[in-house]
C-alpha cells in the first residue's frame, strides 16, 4: 500500500488561483505535479529507510552485544576467572569436540545423556498426564479421585522432589526421568482438564439428544475440541521438563549437560559453565521448534 | 405379562439394602464426600506402604513428617525455627522478584511501543530466553559468592523472562479497536498509551507476574539446594544429608502450602487490581 505523502501535513499545497492567463496557470499545474511526484518519491524513501532499519538493527544488537562481551573481558574489566569471552567459550567448544578432559566425557556424549532423560520422562508425563486430565474432566468421579491428589502435589516445585528422589531412586537415571515426569505432568494434566471443560456445551447436549453414550460423546466431541489446548500442554511441559533435567543434573549426575555446567564452576573454568549454559538454551529451542512443527502438522486438519 | 411383573415386584417405597446403595451411590456423586474419601485413602495407602516398607527405610510415616513438623517450630534448626527458615526464603524471593519486575515490565512496555527498542532489545532476549533460570546458578556462584547475592540474582533472572514477554505480548495484542475508540475522542499518542494501553494490558502483566513469583519460588528452592545456611532448601538439603526423610516431607509440606498461599494471594490480588479482566468461563 503506498502512503499518501499529504496525510499527514499540516497545510495543504498552494491552491489554484483564478488566472486568465492560461500558461501561467500550466506552470503551476506542472509545479503541483512535480511537487506531488517528488513528495510521494521522499515519503516512500523514507518509509523503505525506516523499514530498512528496523530490518538491520537486531543484526546490529546481537553483534554489539557479542562484541561488547569479548572487549569486557579481552580488556580486563571483568577478570578471566568470572566470565568467558566467546571466542573462547568457542575454542573450548572445538575443543571438546574431541577430547573428554577435564570432565570425563566428550560433548555429544552429555548432549545424548541429557536428551535421554528428558525426552524419557517428556513422553512419560505425556502418555499418563494428557489421558489423566481428559478423562478428570468429562467424568466427575475420577476427578473426585485425582484432583485432591494432584493439587496436593502440583504447588511442590519439581526442585523440592531431588532429595527425596535421591533417597528412593539413587542417582541414576530413573531418578531423574522421575523428577522431570513431576515437572511435566503438571501442565499435561491443567491444559487436558480445562480444554475438556471448555467443550462447546452445545454439541454436548446435541449429542445426548440422539441418545450418544457418554463414553462416545467423550470420544467423538470431547476430545476433538480438547485437542489444540493439549497441544498448547505439548510446549509448556517441554520447557518445565528442560528446566527440571539442568536443576536434576546440577544437584547429582556424572554426565549431562547441567553436569557440565557444574563441573565448570567446580573447576572455576567459565567457559565450561557458559558453554554448557549455551548448549541447554540451544538443545531446548531446537526441540522446541521441532515440537511446534509437528504440533501445526497435527492441528492442519483441526478447526480452531 | 412383563409390565404386570414389574409392576408387581417393585414395590413403592425401595427396600432398606436398596436404600442404602442409592444413598451410596448418590455419595459417589457428591464431589466433596469424593475428595475426602481420595485424601483419606491417599493418607491410608502412604502409611501402608510406609509400614509395609515399599520404599525401603526412606519413606516416613505420616504422622512422624505431622511430628517432625511440629518439632521443627519449637527446636531451632541452624539456629533457626522454621519460621525464621520460611521467612528468610521469602525474603529473598521478594528481594530478587522486585529487582526483576522493576526491570523487566518497563522493558517490556517499551518494547511493545517503540519498534526501535523492539529492534534493539528483543534479539538479545530471544537469545538469553531459552537458557533456564537454573542453569544460570553456577555463573552466579562464580560471580557473586555463595552469599545473598547470588541467589537474588538467580530470582531475579528467573523471573525477567516471563515478566518481559507478558508485558510486551499484553501491549503488542491490545485489541486496535480501543485505540481506535479512544482516536475517535480525539485522544492524542499520550493518552492512548497511559489512559487506553497500560489499562488494556494490566490482566496480561499481572499474569506475567504471578507466573513469575511462582518461578522465583522453585529458583530459591534450587538455589538454596546448591549452597546455603538458611531457608527452605537448606532444610531439605539437611533432611539428606542427615538422611531423615521426615525432615524433607515436612519441609515439602511447607513449601507446597507456601505456593498455595502465594497463588491465592496474587489471585486476590489481581481481582483488586483489575477488576476488568475477563475469566474464562468455566
Redesign the interface.
Known amino acids: 500500500m503506498r502512503v499518501c505523502w499529504k496525510r499527514g501535513r499540516a497545510s495543504a499545497p498552494p491552491p489554484l488561483k483564478p488566472l486568465s492567463d492560461i500558461r501561467y496557470r500550466l506552470l503551476i499545474k506542472i509545479y503541483r505535479t512535480a511537487y506531488d511526484f517528488f513528495g510521494e518519491m521522499a515519503m516512500m524513501a523514507k518509509e523503505n529507510t525506516r523499514g530498512r532499519l528496523?530490518k538491520f538493527?537486531?543484526?546490529i544488537?546481537?553483534a554489539a552485544?557479542l562484541i561488547s562481551w569479548q572487549l569486557i573481558v579481552q580488556l580486563g574489566v571483568v577478570p578471566k576467572?568470572?566470565?568467558a569471552a566467546p571466542l573462547d567459550v568457542f575454542r573450548l567448544f572445538i575443543d571438546k569436540l574431541t577430547q573428554p578432559h577435564p570432565d570425563g566425557a566428550l560433548l555429544y556424549v552429555h548432549v545424548l545423556v541429557s536428551l535421554e532423560e528428558a525426552i524419557l520422562g517428556y513422553f512419560l508425563a505425556l502418555a499418563i498426564g494428557i489421558p489423566l486430565g481428559l478423562l478428570m474432566g468429562w467424568f466427575?468421579?475420577i476427578?473426585?479421585?485425582?484432583?485432591?491428589?494432584f493439587e496436593?502435589?502440583r504447588?511442590?516445585?519439581?526442585?523440592?522432589?531431588?532429595?527425596?528422589t535421591?533417597?528412593?531412586f539413587g542417582i541414576g537415571l530413573s531418578g531423574k526421568v522421575f523428577i522431570i515426569w513431576l515437572s511435566g505432568i503438571v501442565p499435561c494434566v491443567i491444559n487436558s482438564f480445562?480444554g475438556v471443560?471448555?467443550t462447546n456445551p452445545t454439541s454436548v447436549q446435541m449429542a445426548k439428544t440422539y441418545g450418544a453414550s457418554k463414553w462416545r460423546i467423550f470420544c467423538t466431541i470431547c476430545i476433538p475440541s480438547a485437542l489444540p489446548m493439549v497441544f498448547g500442554a505439548l510446549q509448556m511441559a517441554l520447557a518445565a521438563c528442560?528446566?527440571t533435567l539442568?536443576?536434576a543434573e546440577?544437584?547429582a549426575a556424572n554426565t549431562g549437560l547441567?553436569f557440565l555446567?557444574?563441573m565448570?564452576?567446580r573447576l572455576?573454568m567459565?567457559d565450561m559453565?557458559?558453554l554448557?549454559?549455551?548448549l541447554?538454551?540451544?538443545t531446548?529451542?531446537i526441540i522446541?521448534v521441532i515440537i511446534d512443527a509437528v504440533e501445526k502438522k497435527l492441528l492442519a486438519g483441526i478447526r480452531r | 405379562m412383563a409390565l404386570q411383573t414389574r409392576a408387581t415386584t417393585i414395590p413403592n417405597r425401595p427396600q432398606p439394602p436398596r436404600r442404602l446403595i442409592k444413598f451410596l451411590f448418590s455419595a459417589l456423586g457428591n464431589r466433596y464426600f469424593l475428595y475426602t474419601l481420595s485424601v483419606v485413602m491417599f493418607l491410608a495407602f502412604w502409611d501402608l506402604a510406609a509400614v509395609k516398607k515399599v520404599l525401603g527405610n526412606f519413606l516416613p510415616r505420616p504422622i512422624e513428617v505431622l511430628s517432625q513438623l511440629l518439632s521443627l517450630n519449637t527446636e531451632p534448626l541452624a539456629s533457626k525455627t522454621l519460621f525464621e527458615h520460611l521467612w528468610a526464603s521469602i525474603h529473598r524471593v521478594l528481594i530478587g522478584w522486585a529487582i526483576g519486575v522493576s526491570i523487566a515490565v518497563p522493558l517490556g512496555i517499551f518494547m511493545g511501543l517503540n519498534p526501535y527498542v523492539r529492534a534493539i532489545v528483543k534479539p538479545v532476549f530471544d537469545l538469553l530466553k531459552p537458557m533456564p533460570p537454573i542453569s544460570w546458578i553456577s555463573l552466579s556462584i562464580l560471580w557473586f559468592g555463595l552469599g545473598e547475592e547470588s541467589k537474588v540474582f538467580i530470582i531475579a533472572i528467573g523471573s525477567f523472562v516471563p515478566c518481559i514477554l507478558n508485558s510486551y505480548n499484553g501491549i503488542r495484542l491490545i485489541d486496535p479497536a480501543l485505540y481506535d475508540a479512544a482516536r475517535m475522542m480525539g485522544a492524542n499518542r499520550r493518552q492512548e498509551i497511559i489512559e487506553v494501553g497500560f489499562f488494556a494490558s494490566a490482566p496480561a502483566i499481572f499474569a506475567g507476574l504471578q507466573i513469575s513469583l511462582s518461578i522465583a519460588w522453585s529458583c530459591v528452592l534450587a538455589a538454596e539446594l546448591v549452597g546455603s545456611r538458611s531457608g527452605m532448601g537448606f532444610i531439605i538439603i539437611l533432611g539428606m544429608n542427615q538422611s531423615s526423610p521426615a525432615l524433607i516431607i515436612a519441609g515439602m509440606v511447607v513449601i507446597a502450602i507456601t505456593a498455595c498461599l502465594i497463588s491465592v494471594l496474587m489471585d486476590r490480588l489481581e481481582k483488586m487490581v483489575c477488576p476488568w479482566k475477563r475469566e474464562l468461563p468455566q
Request: aromatic residues 14%; proline residues 10%; without cysteine.
Open positions: 528496523l538493527i537486531p543484526f544488537s546481537v552485544f576467572m568470572l566470565l466427575h468421579t476427578e473426585g479421585f485425582a484432583r485432591p491428589i496436593m502435589i504447588p511442590i516445585p519439581a526442585v523440592a522432589w531431588i532429595p527425596l535421591i533417597f528412593w480445562v471443560t471448555l528442560w528446566t539442568v536443576a546440577l544437584i547441567g555446567i557444574t565448570g564452576r572455576t567459565p559453565v557458559v554448557g549454559m549455551i541447554v538454551g540451544l531446548g529451542f522446541g
